[in-house]
């Protein structure tokens, strides 16, 4: 008999069966948990004796264009699998929706932490600071992965990633908006005028932050990436200054960690920080205002895309509308990335 935590929107029981003809040796009656929390691909443990996985599968409903690429997902954690960096297991890709009203994937259930706050309470400053450069590091080498010898050379278009991002977002704005919001488009205008000239090509993950990245149980050291469902090849700096957006935002902004003091905290300043992934990476060019102003415009479109999908009633989590309003907030960070140039110390 399947058992569900939590009510899920399609027949539990059509999942099990599959499962049972595609997994044989599976014992045990199946049990189904949403997990709850995030905003993009719903996601569900799938658990039978002896058997622990996780289910991700598109939302339901109509959704963007190129959005919840379960597929994309799927692909790279497969094929990260031959590289260094800490994936989960994959299981199988199912494409069509006749099982559960979607695609859908599953991987291997990888046990450790994940952080859901960016100030990390109840920590010791040692252990804080420890998991940041953690990340840094982990970081570093998701931009040194050999994206040509793991099966990934058509995972994207090398160069032109920023022109071709720019020209994307700027749809989705166009798709997903609710309201207006001039500081989005004045954002994409300055960017559009802003152009770098360097035309690096890395594997980028797209949504590099710190809740998307599983810890081991009791150490500091990052198990599993996750969330890849934004991934391509890009620009490693896109991915650099995404991930250090919580040091320019409020906590009230979607758990940002500036205003928080903290030196007591034992987090690195946004210098230090910075500084030890590009001392593990290798590099010598670093992010400018662009690539700041650039990981706020996506920032401000994905909140409008919650909000779009929340008018819709297709939202993946029950605060869709409350986060979709940081989209002005967002925006206006954009545009003080572009005065204030130096990092916030």
């Known amino acids: 008999m399947t058992e569900a935590a939590t009510p899920v929107a399609f027949d539990a029981q059509r999942l099990e069966s599959f499962l049972r003809r595609e997994l044989p040796g599976v014992q045990g009656a199946m049990r189904l948990q949403r997990i709850g929390g995030g905003q993009s691909n719903p996601t569900f443990f799938v658990d039978f004796d002896k058997r622990r996985m996780v289910l991700r599968k598109k ?4 959704v963007l264009p ?3 690429a379960v597929d994309r997902e799927y692909r790279v954690m497969k094929a990260l699998a031959a590289s260094e960096l800490p994936v989960p297991p994959t299981v199988l890709y199912h494409a069509e929706s006749d099982v559960i009203g979607t695609p859908f994937y599953l991987m291997e259930r990888v046990e450790g932490r994940v952080f859901a706050d960016n100030a990390l309470p109840g920590m010791a400053p040692a252990e804080r600071r420890a998991i940041y450069l953690a990340m840094a590091e982990t970081m570093a080498q998701l931009h040194r992965v050999d994206w040509r010898s793991v099966g990934l050379g058509d995972f994207g278009k090398p160069g032109q990633f920023f022109p071709r991002q720019l020209r994307r977002w700027q749809q989705q704005w166009a798709l997903s908006k609710t309201q207006e919001n001039p500081a989005i488009d004045e954002l994409i205008a300055w960017l559009g005028a802003h ?3 360097d ?3 890395t594997l980028a993950h797209g949504d590099f932050k710190l809740n998307n990245l599983m810890f081991h149980p009791s150490e500091p050291r990052v198990v599993a990436v996750l969330d890849w469902e934004l991934s391509t090849l890009g620009h490693p700096l896109a991915d650099v200054a995404f991930n250090t957006v919580p040091w ?5 902004e979607f758990g940002g960690i500036r205003g928080l003091d903290l030196q007591a905290l034992g987090i690195p300043s946004e210098h230090d920080y910075l500084a030890h992934y590009y001392r593990c990476a290798g590099r010598s060019t670093q992010a400018t205002p662009f690539h700041w ?3 706020l415009m996506r920032w401000a479109v994905i909140f409008e895309g919650i909000a779009a999908r929340a008018a819709r009633g297709n939202a993946a989590a029950a605060n869709a509308a409350e986060v979709g309003a940081l989209s002005v907030a967002m925006a206006r960070r954009g545009l003080e990335a572009i005065t204030k140039p130096i990092p916030i110390l």
Do not use: N, V
């Not at 320019?248 to 009230?252: H, M, N, S």
């Open 195 to 197: 152009m770098p000239d």
């Open 199 to 201: 035309d690096e090509t």
């Open 293 to 295: 102003a650039f990981a």
């Open 59 to 62: 939302p339901d409903g109509e």
């Open 248 to 252: 320019r935002t409020l906590p009230a």
């Open 66 to 68: 190129s959005a919840h």
